[in-house]
């Protein structure tokens, strides 16, 4: 049974172009969160989807950043017009119901030049 | 009100003894108290968590105590080895959404 699984797991972009990270969830959980880590600090929450549906979008910066978790396919998170604050290592997590225990991937961690 | 601290930033311990890692919280409506152990590289992965009608659970060598009055949880590792040695982050949240992390402890453990 595979675990959560984060691509890509290096991401390096330009100032002012768009980073799209990808998320796909263990088997049989329909609830994502999306958190990003700067290094030697903890996991900030972004945002809390479960399918078609964005359920807590507190932690994400009002311009730039958005997140899907479509029907079919896996959650995105998106950011455009990278700037070099963007950098950071992005983890997701999935969980069966909003009450269990979340598994995390592994991360995308996005450089920017 | 969303806040949680942990303490302390780093700890070294010797191999076969107990490390021990605080954390507060502030916002008496959490309900759920997990511990993540990370290794560089690689996503936190859950350990061991608690929900606050307990006051300590026990996995292995891992252990929280949870103090609801005084809004502390803390996390024991007994008989602590070189393996372990890893950044461990605990988190609150409440009815499974608005996860809140600490920023973490560096324990390493020397053989």
């Known amino acids: 049974n595979a675990g959560v699984m984060q691509n890509p797991r290096h991401l390096v972009r330009r100032r002012g172009q768009e980073a799209r990270l990808r998320c796909s969830p263990m088997?049989?959980?329909?609830?994502v969160y999306w958190y990003r880590q700067l290094p030697e600090e903890g996991l900030k929450f972004m945002v809390y989807l479960q399918k078609e549906n964005i359920i807590d979008e507190s932690g994400m910066p009002k311009e730039r950043f958005s997140a899907e978790f479509p029907k079919e396919g896996p959650s995105i998170l998106r950011i455009q017009q990278v700037v070099r604050g963007d950098s950071a290592a992005y983890f997701c997590?999935?969980?069966?119901?909003?009450?269990?225990?979340?598994?995390f991937g592994d991360g995308t961690r996005l450089s920017i030049l | 009100q969303q806040q949680v601290k942990q303490s302390p930033q780093s700890l070294i311990v010797q191999k076969g003894g107990i490390s021990i890692i605080n954390c507060a919280y502030e916002n008496t409506a959490f309900d759920y108290f997990p511990w993540y152990q990370q290794f560089p590289g690689k996503g936190p992965a859950l350990l061991i968590a608690i929900r606050p009608d307990v006051s300590e659970k026990k996995e292995g060598r891992f252990t929280i105590s949870f103090n609801k009055s005084a809004k502390q949880f803390s996390l024991h590792i007994m008989d602590s080895q070189p393996g372990d040695s890893a950044t461990y982050f605990c988190?609150?949240?409440?009815?499974?959404?608005?996860?809140?992390f600490g920023p973490g402890t560096r324990l390493s453990v020397l053989p």
């Open positions: 988190a609150a949240s409440l009815d499974g959404q608005n996860f809140v």
């Open positions: 997590a999935s969980s069966p119901s909003r009450n269990q225990p979340q598994h």
């Open positions: 088997k049989g959980h329909s609830h």
